[in-house]
């Protein structure tokens, strides 16, 4: 008994070291290659969030085979147009030929190209480079990768890392200072697997979780193609509504909020009516999320979200549910009884 004890704890360790290791490769990877994703948007607009995301995921954070090999970041295949150098590694396929560059810089400015120049990719230039989540499903729906959870995954590590604030600087947008911390670890995460999004915890694993809050831009931009801007706590909704010439009434009832007084908390405030669906499948519940909270993040009435997904007023997710934002949900998500709107 005292063996198998022994073990267990002995297995847990080594796990826990692990993931341990891997959240330090991540934190390495980012502060080695964000200058680079930074540059690159400035030269061809592709979100530096988005860039990192796809290098850490696409990579194994620096460690995979394919990238020791070619210095290839992001899994790009050679395809009929290629005439650079080339290396063999089994993917989808066994032995499929992959380009293959002398330097990163040469693999991140290729991928830049690759997306910029492709029109199956010429959407995502149509979407606001803060909307990380639009960029990772359109670079799915046009194609990019097999994994039906590929967008997830990138979703999951922008806001796991805080990969958002490179994309604002790029933008000059943000300033980064040596006190400010380069990328947001939390202890808990690492690499993100498949069958960890929006599945139930297992009773015997311990998650220690932190609610995650989103960098905005400042000043008027778009979410789900809708007029928006990020307000503090205390500001008044008259004076928003003054600010940008729009009634007061409206401004609450774009917004679907209960008092026409001031803001009880940071939020995004529309400044015209939101969409009843986003062109974004589902979002997936994180610790702190309210329906209310979706809606505003998202960009999608209240009353829409509720409907699609079998909810009524009042009820809230389980975090790691799946909220439809496209379509009606064939079920209503697990709920959160403790939580209320």
């Not at 810089?105 to 990719?121: A, C, G, I, N, V």
């Not at 998202?298 to 975090?319: D, F, H, K, T, W």
Request: one cysteine or more; a neutral charge; charged letters at 30%.
């Amino acid at each position: 008994m005292r063996f198998s004890v022994a073990i267990f704890f002995l297995v847990c360790f080594n796990l826990k070291m692990g993931l341990a290791q891997k959240s330090e490769d991540i934190k390495n990877y980012i502060n080695k290659y964000k200058d680079l994703a930074i540059a690159e948007m400035k030269r061809s607009g592709v979100p530096a969030s988005i860039t990192l995301a796809q290098g850490i995921h696409e990579t194994e954070a620096g460690n995979s085979d394919l990238v020791r090999r070619s210095n290839n970041h992001f899994g790009i295949k050679c395809k009929n147009t290629w005439t650079g150098s080339m290396v063999y590694h089994d993917d989808d396929k066994k032995g499929e030929c992959f380009r293959s560059y002398d330097k990163p810089e040469d693999s991140y400015r290729d991928h830049s190209d690759f997306l910029r120049s492709s029109t199956r990719y010429s959407s995502l230039f149509k979407i606001d480079p803060t909307d990380y989540a639009q960029w990772a499903y359109g670079l799915k729906k046009a194609g990019y990768a097999t994994n039906s959870r590929y967008p997830e995954i990138l979703i999951k590590l922008i806001e796991d890392y805080n990969l958002q604030q490179y994309t604002l600087i790029a933008m000059g947008k943000a300033v980064l200072t040596e006190e400010k911390l380069l990328a947001k670890i939390n202890d808990s995460t690492a690499l993100v697997r498949d069958d960890q999004l929006g599945t139930p915890t297992p009773k015997n694993e311990v998650v220690v979780s932190t609610p995650v809050k989103r960098e905005y831009p400042e000043g008027e931009f778009e979410i789900n193609k809708s007029r928006v801007i990020f307000e503090k706590a205390g500001t008044s909704l008259l004076s928003i509504a003054e600010r940008y010439h729009i009634s007061l009434k409206k401004l609450v009832d774009f917004n679907e909020l209960k008092s026409d007084n001031v803001l009880l908390k940071d939020q995004l405030v529309f400044l015209v009516r939101k969409r009843k669906i986003s062109d974004v499948e589902f979002h997936i519940v994180k610790e702190g999320e309210s329906v209310y909270d979706i809606s505003q993040s998202e960009g999608v009435r209240y009353e829409s979200l509720l409907e699609m997904n079998r909810l009524v007023n009042g009820q809230q997710p389980a975090i790691g549910e799946k909220i439809y934002l496209h379509s009606a949900a064939a079920s209503a998500p697990m709920l959160n009884i403790q939580q209320s709107r």
